[in-house]
C-alpha cells in the first residue's frame, strides 16, 4: 500500500527526476520527503527551499540545463510561486518541469478553496488532475514528457484525498536521475524581453487552443464509458477523485434498482486544461442531458458548457452553477450518490430504521498541545500588555490556535507573513495602539524578512514575536535556515535570526526562554516602550520532538490538593489541555498521559499549589 503523495514522489523518480525543491504544505508534504529517502539511490538532488517563490527558481535553473524538475507546494503556496511561474509559461523549459500544486477541498488545513485548474488556464499552463495514486504516479511520469515536448512547466493538481489515499501498488525499481545535457547560452531564448513574450504568447495560444485539446483527447487519461444502449440520452462527467466517487455510487445505485444505470454515457476527465476538446464534443453528442461532479470550481462544466455552445449542440448540462452538485466543500460517495439518483428521476426513501447510523462525532476543536511553548509566549504577552490598547496580528500555523479562548491572541490572520506587514497597517492607522506580530521561525524565513525591512524602512512601531520552536511543526516537523539541517542530511551552520534582525535594525532584539514567565513578561514591556521596530524571540522547542532535539523530559506538574483553592486559574487563563478540575473534590486536575512538565501552570498558580513530581515548585 502507497500513499498518493508518496506515488507522486516515486513517478517523479521513476521519469528521472534531477531536482526536487518544494515548500512544506499539508496536503503536499510528503512528496519531497519520500524523494529525499531515496536521493542517494538515484543521485537526486532535494531541498526544502524557503518558500515557493524560491523552490520555482531554484528548478528553473536545472531545468534550463536540461535536468527534470518537480516542485512541490499546496494550492495557496502557488499563489507565492506565481511570479516565476507566469513568466516561466512565456520563456518555457528544457528539461522537463512538473510543479505540484495540491489543492485542499473543504477547505481541510487551508485559507482558501482555490482551484489551481484555474490557475492553469490563467498561466497557460498544462494540467493533469488524477483520481487516484495509480493515476498520480503515471500522470508525473507522462507530465514530464508533455513537458519536453512543448517546452512548457505542466502543472499536477491532486487534491487532499488523493494525496493521502492509499492504493496497492508495486514500487518499481528506480533509475538513475537522469544525465543533464546542460545549459547552452542563448539570450534570445532564456532572457525574457517584451518582444520574446509577445512572440511566445502567439505560440502559446495556439498550442492550448489547437495542438494540446487533439493530443489530450487522445490521452489515457481522457475517455468515454458507455455503459448500455448508445441511444442512451445521460451523461455523466466527472475528473480527479469525483469520478472514484461516481463509480462507487454508481455501483451501489445500481445494487439498489437493477438496470437504472445502464443507459448512461460517462466522461472522465484527466487533462482539465487545455480542455480535451475532440473527447467532450463526442461525450456531449451522445448525451443530450448531463450531470458534471467536480470539485471545487465549475471548471469541467463551464468547459462543457463552451463546447456545446461552439458546436450548436441542444445538451443541457448541470452541475455547480445550477445547484446540482455542491458549489463549496469536498463531495462524497453519499453526496454524489444523491445527486446521481436526483438526476436520474429515482426516488430516495429513507430507511426505517435508523439504528445502524452512526451517531455524529461531538466537536472538538483544535488546540494548542499540553506543554506547547506558543501557550506560554501567547500569555506572557497577554499579561504584559494588559489594559493597554493592542491588536495582535496573527499568521498561518500552530500559533493560529492563539486566537481560541481563552488565550484570544489573534486578532487577524491573513496569510504568510502578513502578520508584520498588517500590524504596520494598524500602526499608520492609529499609532496609539500596541501593535505586536506573531510569526513563526519557519513562516519567518519563507515570508517575514521582507516585512521587517519595510516597518523599519517605513518607520513603523511595532513589536515583532517570533516563536522559535525549532522546527516548522504544522506540516510534519520538517527543517528550515534557522536548524542547521537540510534535506539532503548536510548538518549546516544555522542562519540567525536574531542577527537578521539587527542587520537591518530592529532594536531591541531580546531572546527569551518561552516558559520563563517573568522574563517573558519584563521582556515584552521593555520590547513595547521602544520608538522604532522591536523583536522578542520566545524560544521553546516543539513538545512533539523536544527529546529528539536534546531536550530532556520534564518531571510531571502534580496539584496539592492541601493548597488548591480551587479557584481555576490555571484553567480559565491557560486552557492546557492537561488540566482539568474535579466536580468531586472541587480542586484542579492535572492529567499525568498528557503533561509535559512545562511548569507554566506552577507560574500562574496564585497559591502555589501545582508542583513538580519531584516536589520543586
Not at 11 to 27: I, R, S
Not at 180 to 204: C, M, T, Y
Not at 297 to 319: C, F, M, Q, R, W
Request: net charge negative.
Amino acid at each position: 500500500m502507497i500513499m498518493g503523495n508518496q506515488a507522486i514522489a516515486l513517478g517523479a523518480l521513476c521519469a528521472g527526476v534531477n531536482l526536487a525543491a518544494g515548500y512544506p504544505g499539508t496536503p503536499s508534504s510528503e512528496i519531497i520527503e519520500f524523494i529525499a529517502k531515496y536521493r542517494k539511490e538515484t543521485g537526486a538532488y532535494v531541498e526544502w527551499s524557503v518558500n515557493e517563490k524560491a523552490a520555482v527558481e531554484v528548478a528553473a535553473g536545472t531545468s534550463y540545463a536540461g535536468g527534470r524538475t518537480l516542485v512541490t507546494m499546496k494550492q495557496v503556496g502557488l499563489n507565492v510561486a506565481s511570479d516565476p511561474v507566469m513568466c516561466l509559461s512565456y520563456v518555457g523549459v528544457k528539461g522537463g518541469m512538473v510543479i505540484v500544486s495540491a489543492d485542499d477541498p473543504g477547505p481541510i488545513s487551508s485559507q482558501t478553496e482555490q482551484d489551481t485548474r484555474h490557475f492553469a488556464s490563467y498561466s497557460k499552463l498544462p494540467c493533469f488532475d488524477p483520481s487516484t495514486p495509480k493515476e498520480a504516479f503515471e500522470m508525473v511520469q507522462a507530465a514530464f514528457e508533455y513537458s519536453e515536448k512543448y517546452h512548457t512547466p505542466v502543472l499536477l493538481r491532486p487534491t487532499t484525498r488523493v494525496d493521502h489515499a492509499y492504493q496497492s501498488m508495486e514500487i518499481p525499481s528506480l533509475p538513475k536521475a537522469k544525465e543533464i545535457a546542460g545549459f547552452e547560452k542563448d539570450s534570445k531564448r532564456w532572457v525574457i524581453f517584451p518582444r520574446a513574450s509577445f512572440l511566445n504568447h502567439q505560440k502559446i495560444f495556439e498550442r492550448n487552443l489547437v495542438t494540446l485539446p487533439e493530443d489530450f483527447s487522445k490521452s489515457k487519461f481522457n475517455y468515454i464509458e458507455e455503459n448500455g444502449h448508445p441511444d442512451g440520452k445521460k451523461g455523466i462527467a466527472a475528473s480527479g477523485i469525483s469520478w472514484e466517487y461516481v463509480k462507487e455510487a454508481l455501483s451501489l445505485i445500481e445494487a439498489e434498482h437493477e438496470g437504472s444505470t445502464k443507459n448512461l454515457t460517462l466522461m472522465k476527465i484527466g487533462t482539465p486544461y487545455p480542455f480535451p476538446e475532440p473527447t467532450a464534443r463526442d461525450f456531449l453528442e451522445k448525451a443530450q442531458e448531463v450531470l458534471v461532479v467536480e470539485e471545487l470550481d465549475p471548471i469541467l462544466e463551464d468547459s462543457l458548457i463552451y463546447v456545446a455552445g461552439k458546436n450548436h449542440l441542444p445538451n443541457t448540462i448541470l452541475g455547480k452553477n445550477t445547484g446540482h452538485i455542491a458549489r463549496a466543500g469536498e463531495n462524497t460517495v453519499a453526496s454524489v450518490k444523491e445527486a446521481i439518483e436526483s438526476f436520474l428521476g429515482i426516488e430516495q426513501t429513507k430507511e426505517d430504521s435508523k439504528a445502524d447510523e452512526i451517531p455524529p462525532l461531538p466537536v472538538r476543536p483544535p488546540v494548542l498541545c499540553a506543554g506547547c511553548p506558543h501557550r506560554a509566549s501567547f500569555y506572557a504577552v497577554k499579561q504584559a500588555m494588559k489594559k493597554e490598547k493592542t491588536v495582535y496580528c496573527g499568521d498561518i500555523g500552530c500559533y493560529t490556535l492563539g486566537n481560541a479562548a481563552p488565550l484570544d491572541m489573534c486578532d487577524t490572520c491573513l496569510c504568510m507573513g502578513a502578520d508584520i506587514t498588517m500590524a504596520q497597517g494598524f500602526f499608520h492607522a492609529e499609532p496609539d495602539r500596541k501593535c505586536f506580530s506573531f510569526i513563526g521561525d519557519s513562516t519567518f524565513f519563507a515570508s517575514g524578512i521582507t516585512g521587517v525591512v519595510n516597518a523599519v524602512y517605513n518607520q513603523a512601531k511595532i513589536t515583532l514575536c517570533i516563536l522559535d520552536n525549532s522546527t516548522t511543526a504544522m506540516t510534519g516537523h520538517q527543517p528550515h535556515p534557522g536548524t542547521g539541517l537540510t534535506m539532503m542530511g548536510n548538518a549546516v551552520e544555522k542562519i540567525s535570526m536574531e542577527k537578521i534582525l539587527e542587520a537591518v535594525g530592529v532594536s531591541p532584539v531580546i531572546t527569551v526562554d518561552a516558559f520563563n514567565l517573568k522574563e517573558t513578561v519584563e521582556a515584552v514591556k521593555k520590547a513595547s516602550e521602544a520608538e522604532s521596530v522591536s523583536a522578542v524571540i520566545f524560544k521553546g522547542p516543539c513538545i512533539a520532538i523536544a527529546q529528539k532535539l536534546g531536550f530532556k523530559a520534564q518531571a510531571k506538574m502534580l496539584v496539592d490538593d492541601s493548597k488548591c483553592i480551587g479557584c481555576k486559574k490555571c484553567i480559565s487563563e491557560l486552557g492546557c489541555p492537561a488540566i482539568t478540575f474535579s466536580t468531586d473534590t472541587k480542586k484542579a486536575l492535572i492529567e499525568k498521559s498528557l503533561c509535559t512538565g512545562c511548569t507554566l501552570c506552577s507560574q500562574v498558580c496564585p497559591v502555589k499549589a501545582i508542583v513538580s513530581e519531584g516536589g520543586d515548585k
